[in-house]
């Protein structure tokens, strides 16, 4: 019996070819936009409407790649469907066979004629169906790459004129560059959340390539498993048919669980293995054919193949069912959480290969985030992580490495912030505190030793101020930068950053309450 956890497994490899055929249309058209960031946005839109030619030979190319093992996967998925769909039913077929019971074709179902005939024709109208996905994805990318253009001159001209008002209102003169690279950063991010387009149905919706391909080749995998089961019937000369029964059924299907029915449209009764009369009745008296009905789009109803005389009555559960239908909703789940890192890190190599580094490490943090998402439902449910289901051929290990490097920093930083406002909170020092001073050139710095021994007594010499300052363990910036206070463990030395002068310097000795916090604190937390 094909179960709908089946139907996800075998449509899983077409999908993923087409995930990555939109993840490397997307990439490339982002890669377009590396350059000219210095025109004249009327010359820039000119020189990118230009590349309109070039980006659809490599949108077809990318396309072409990818798609030669389409035919291979197809026919896979389809035999597996057949396999499924009449493991059940064969044994008993063939042990009638050997009985008297029946007569019928030795050996597997896929060397049979009728068979090898329902793949070709399902096999067929798949690759029709694909065909018209690869021209709608091409257009699309088109489309995509057209709207990124007039999307950025749309978003940079209400930036400038923005831009304008500020300049004029600060004195200050600001280039277009920044505005360029944030409408560009805008108008990829919102291709890369559009997608491309694969498909429209009959209401004008859009589909996505990937979820059109996934919807599609679960019905004809679905649609397949049935015709087979049904022809395989016929070669064996059997015509009746159980409804198999689950708990949810649809309105349409729900009334024929359990029932009795012909292939060909006959009624009567029959005899079990076990003695007992049983009716049947035409499947044209139920749903069967209509889209929601009996064994139609996303059914989970299986016909259980009925021999008279031999066949006992018992629905055949492959697994709990329970476990089942917990296994499907994960994988769903799983398979949710999975995009959510693939999307993420698509939109990473997008801004990475546009250069837009800003824009790289805001995309970094979120790539981070999905991954930890996944990771806590992987250990939640105990099920298996698919790597390769998370995967983004751009997404090289060059990119990897920067969005690793991006987040340790970050994470870095934030741990290091909360220690920062621990030691300011226990020492109560006013002023921006850093725990990573910036190495400065100490021979430039003039020393008011007047001020430092004459007027306050702190017997310290220039040279022992500036070996305070080189080993300092955190510097205390005030007065909106004026000043900058140096703390080592031997003592601290104050530079007035506007005359490049050491105002003041004293020894760990001299030290006032304040200071001896700030120096305690930072040894306790390991700086």
């Not at 019928?104 to 798949?126: D, F, H, M, R, W």
């Not at 689950?246 to 003695?275: I, M, V």
């Not at 991006?406 to 621990?422: C, H, M, T, Y």
Request: with cysteine.
């Amino acid at each position: 019996m094909l179960t709908p956890l089946d139907m996800l497994h075998l449509s899983e490899p077409l999908e993923f070819v087409y995930q990555q055929i939109v993840d490397s249309l997307l990439i490339n058209i982002a890669k377009h936009f590396n350059t000219g960031k210095n025109l004249p946005i009327q010359l820039w839109q000119l020189k990118k409407l230009a590349e309109v030619g070039q980006v659809s030979k490599e949108s077809a190319k990318i396309i072409a790649d990818n798609i030669g093992q389409n035919t291979v996967l197809i026919t896979a998925a389809l035999q597996q469907s057949v396999i499924i769909a009449t493991k059940d039913s064969e044994p008993e077929l063939q042990k009638a066979v050997k009985s008297g019971f029946l007569d019928g074709p030795s050996g597997s179902p896929l060397v049979s004629e009728n068979i090898k005939n329902i793949l070709l024709a399902y096999e067929s109208q798949a690759q029709e169906k694909f065909n018209l996905v690869n021209t709608t994805m091409l257009e699309s990318t088109l489309d995509q790459f057209r709207k990124v253009i007039f999307n950025t001159v749309a978003v940079e001209q209400k930036l400038s004129k923005a831009q304008n008002v500020l300049n004029v209102a600060t004195g200050k003169v600001a280039t277009g560059v920044s505005s360029r690279t944030q409408a560009l950063r805008e108008a990829l991010s919102k291709i890369s959340d559009e997608g491309i387009t694969g498909f429209y149905d009959k209401s004008g919706r859009k589909w996505s390539p990937e979820a059109y391909v996934n919807m599609d080749i679960r019905t004809t995998v679905h649609n397949t498993s049935i015709e087979a089961a049904k022809t395989r019937q016929e070669e064996f000369g059997t015509d009746i048919f159980r409804v198999s029964r689950h708990s949810g059924a649809r309105p349409l299907c729900y009334p024929y669980q359990g029932r009795y029915f012909s292939w060909s449209n006959k009624s009567g009764t029959f005899t079990d293995g076990e003695g007992k009369q049983h009716r049947y009745y035409p499947v044209s008296s139920t749903s069967y054919g209509k889209p929601a009905g009996l064994f139609g789009i996303n059914c989970g109803h299986t016909p259980i193949t009925v021999i008279p005389g031999v066949s006992i009555p018992r629905d055949r559960e492959p697994q709990n069912k329970e476990e089942n239908d917990l296994a499907y909703i994960q994988s769903q789940q799983q398979r949710k959480l999975e995009r959510d890192v693939r999307y993420a890190k698509r939109k990473a190599a997008m801004l990475n290969a546009a250069g837009d580094k800003e824009g790289f490490e805001k995309a970094a943090i979120k790539v981070k985030q999905k991954n930890d998402n996944l990771h806590q439902f992987i250990d939640k449910t105990g099920r298996t992580r698919r790597r390769d289901r998370e995967q983004v051929l751009e997404y090289n290990r060059s990119v990897s490495s920067s969005v690793t490097a991006i987040n340790k920093r970050l994470a870095k930083q934030k741990k290091e912030d909360i220690i920062k406002s621990e030691i300011k909170k226990a020492s109560k020092i006013r002023g921006e505190l850093s725990l990573r001073p910036e190495k400065i050139d100490t021979s430039q710095l003039a020393f008011d030793s007047k001020h430092v021994n004459d007027e306050r007594s702190h017997n310290v010499t220039e040279e022992q101020a500036k070996s305070y300052i080189k080993n300092a363990k955190a510097t205390v910036t005030r007065w909106n930068g004026k000043f900058v206070n140096y703390y080592s463990e031997n003592g601290a030395a104050f530079v007035d950053t506007e005359t490049k002068t050491i105002r003041t310097a004293f020894s760990s000795e001299q030290f006032d309450e304040q200071a001896k916090r700030l120096m305690e604190e930072i040894k306790k937390h390991g700086k």
